[in-house]
């Protein structure tokens, strides 16, 4: 179709990589902006509070630790996909796909008890500014671990048709820039983590 | 897959498999010294350094950026340039007021 910028799975001589990866950086870049809105925020609120709880009064230490400890096992799991398809074994990247979507479920699912915990003990975003940015920011961490899941889940479904189909590259060159995004999101938790529990 | 293009690989997934303990170690770490119930700031500088370290370690090897194109990094600068203006820009208003 006319118009259309092309997929094209071969570096461009000019820039010497793919559309697509120029475009998934374009688009961290614009995520990177979205989150840094809101650590800006988080700054302005904190140094202006007169009175700010540390982290670990409120939150779950060990919990945090572990979602931490699940965000960066996903992203060796989404890596070794990656690898998989550049070794030509679809069996071990659906392996480490599905292990990848997976753990991001771990992950919401921990969210989730932390959350249920803090409404239990009438914890809510209304109550202090603090759990306001703190609802605020991991809220919206979630939703694009959720989102990744969506994205991954898709390879993981669509990995042998595009495969048996020829396009090959293809879809190392789709899992590598879905791969940066996820990486991306385990980088938002990895500055999250300390300034929510640990500071 | 010719072999220079398999040994890369190979070379890539040892990589990959000493950052992850790295990464795991220093989260270990930041947790730890959460523990310590230092003062806020000192709290403060260690966490965003050992998150800081993380972070690049994730960028640079998960993210492949060691063996990235310029045209990448050009794209990261000017990110991380609009990232400390927004970051930092609001904290300067806020000091203006200080006193008043």
């Known amino acids: 179709m006319e118009g259309l910028i092309p997929y094209i799975t071969e570096p461009r001589e000019d820039t010497g990589v793919t559309n697509s990866k120029i475009g998934i950086w374009l688009f961290l870049a614009s995520e990177v902006m979205l989150f840094g809105a809101f650590f800006a925020t988080y700054i302005v609120l904190r140094v202006g509070a007169e009175t700010w709880p540390r982290g670990w009064e409120i939150q779950n230490v060990p919990l945090g630790a572990l979602n931490t400890v699940v965000l960066i096992t996903s992203s060796v799991t989404m890596v070794m996909a990656w690898a998989s398809l550049e070794r030509r074994d679809l069996a071990k990247f659906h392996r480490f796909i599905g292990a990848t979507v997976l753990l991001g479920g771990v992950f919401l699912v921990i969210k989730g008890f932390e959350y249920a915990a803090k409404f239990e003990h009438h914890r809510f975003p209304s109550t202090s500014t603090y759990l306001a940015i703190y609802f605020t920011m991991t809220g919206l961490h979630a939703l694009h671990v959720i989102f990744g899941m969506g994205v991954n889940g898709y390879f993981w479904a669509t990995g042998r048709s595009y495969w048996e189909s020829g396009n090959k590259e293809l879809l190392i060159s789709r899992v590598e820039n879905g791969g940066l995004f996820w990486h991306f999101v385990d980088i938002v938790w990895i500055f999250l983590f300390p300034i929510m529990y640990l500071l | ?100």
Not at chain 2, 24 to 33: E, F, H, K, M, Q
Not at chain 2, 74 to 86: E, I, P
């Open chain 2, 1 to 100: 897959m010719d072999t220079n293009h398999a040994i890369d690989i190979e070379r890539t997934v040892r990589g990959f498999k000493v950052v992850f303990i790295t990464l795991l170690a220093l989260t270990a770490v930041s947790v730890g010294v959460s523990y310590l119930h230092l003062e806020e700031h000192e709290a403060i500088i260690i966490a965003l350094l050992i998150a800081s370290f993380k972070a690049s370690l994730v960028a640079l090897f998960f993210m492949r950026l060691l063996s990235e194109e310029k045209v990448i990094f050009l794209v990261l600068a000017a990110t991380v340039l609009f990232f400390f203006v927004l970051l930092f820009v609001p904290l300067l208003t806020e000091l203006n007021q200080v006193g008043q």
